[in-house]
């Protein structure tokens, strides 16, 4: 998430110097709107992160996903395989062909002789790996579209959006003074040279009359 946000903190940034090359306008932007806006955002992104993440965590453990009776059978498939395994004799069919064989007396001791608490540990294994495998694919999936798609990318509340023409509609006159207006020196300045041409116009009227 913070890597995310570092890219597309340094997108806007990015974006804001070219659409905003006047240094005084821009930082004046950035530190009447934007900074604070994107502050904002952000932290509502990380919120939801930090959601989806205590969700996972301290929530009960429970999926509606039809592949998790699936992936059970697949995990108890492959004890299963594991254990004959090692009781598989290899024979030659031929020179070029082996074949790996099982007996059935073999077959019959695979699934019995166990104690009760040795299938519940087994199932108990089994049910947590293949709930853990889901869960982590769905949970990427939640940071991904809405963490990342939608709160810091597409969303009307996404900081992408900090730069669209709404919040500049609503700045009143007061600060769009402060972000665009003229500095200090500028302003003295321009009083001073409007005072001389004043001044001038008004002598020039004294000497025509």
């Given at each position: 998430?913070?890597?995310?946000?570092?890219?597309?903190?340094?997108?806007?940034?990015?974006?804001?110097?070219?659409?905003?090359?006047?240094?005084?306008?821009?930082?004046?932007?950035?530190?009447?709107?934007?900074?604070?806006?994107?502050?904002?955002?952000?932290?509502?992104?990380?919120?939801?992160?930090?959601?989806?993440?205590?969700?996972?965590?301290?929530?009960?453990?429970?999926?509606?996903?039809?592949?998790?009776?699936?992936?059970?059978?697949?995990?108890?498939?492959?004890?299963?395989?594991?254990?004959?395994?090692?009781?598989?004799?290899?024979?030659?069919?031929?020179?070029?062909?082996?074949?790996?064989?099982?007996p059935t007396s073999s077959l019959a001791?695979?699934?019995?002789?166990?104690?009760?608490?040795?299938?519940?540990?087994?199932?108990?294994?089994?049910?947590?790996?293949?709930?853990?495998?889901?869960?982590?694919?769905?949970?990427?999936?939640?940071?991904?579209?809405?963490?990342?798609?939608?709160?810091?990318?597409?969303?009307?509340?996404?900081?992408?959006?900090?730069?669209?023409?709404?919040?500049?509609?609503?700045?009143?006159?007061?600060?769009?003074?402060?972000?665009?207006?003229?500095?200090?020196?500028?302003?003295?300045?321009?009083?001073?040279?409007?005072?001389?041409?004043?001044?001038?116009?008004?002598?020039?009227?004294?000497?025509?009359?």
């Open positions: 998430m913070s890597h995310s946000i570092g890219i597309v903190h340094d997108y806007i940034i990015r974006l804001l110097h070219h659409v905003c090359p006047d240094k005084q306008v821009r930082d004046q932007l950035w530190d009447a709107i934007i900074v604070d806006e994107l502050r904002k955002r952000y932290t509502r992104a990380m919120d939801h992160a930090r959601f989806l993440l205590h969700t996972e965590r301290d929530g009960t453990l429970s999926t509606y996903n039809h592949y998790l009776n699936a992936e059970v059978q697949q995990k108890r498939q492959a004890r299963i395989n594991e254990s004959l395994r090692s009781k598989a004799a290899t024979y030659c069919l031929s020179s070029k062909t082996k074949v790996d064989t099982i001791n695979t699934a019995v002789n166990k104690a009760n608490s040795e299938l519940v540990q087994e199932n108990i294994i089994d049910s947590l790996a293949s709930y853990y495998e889901i869960s982590q694919k769905c949970f990427v999936d939640a940071i991904c579209r809405q963490v990342i798609g939608h709160f810091l990318l597409e969303g009307d509340e996404s900081p992408l959006k900090v730069l669209c023409s709404g919040p500049v509609h609503s700045l009143d006159t007061e600060q769009l003074e402060m972000i665009a207006g003229e500095d200090v020196q500028t302003k003295e300045q321009r009083t001073m040279l409007e005072m001389d041409i004043k001044n001038l116009e008004d002598a020039m009227k004294v000497l025509r009359g």
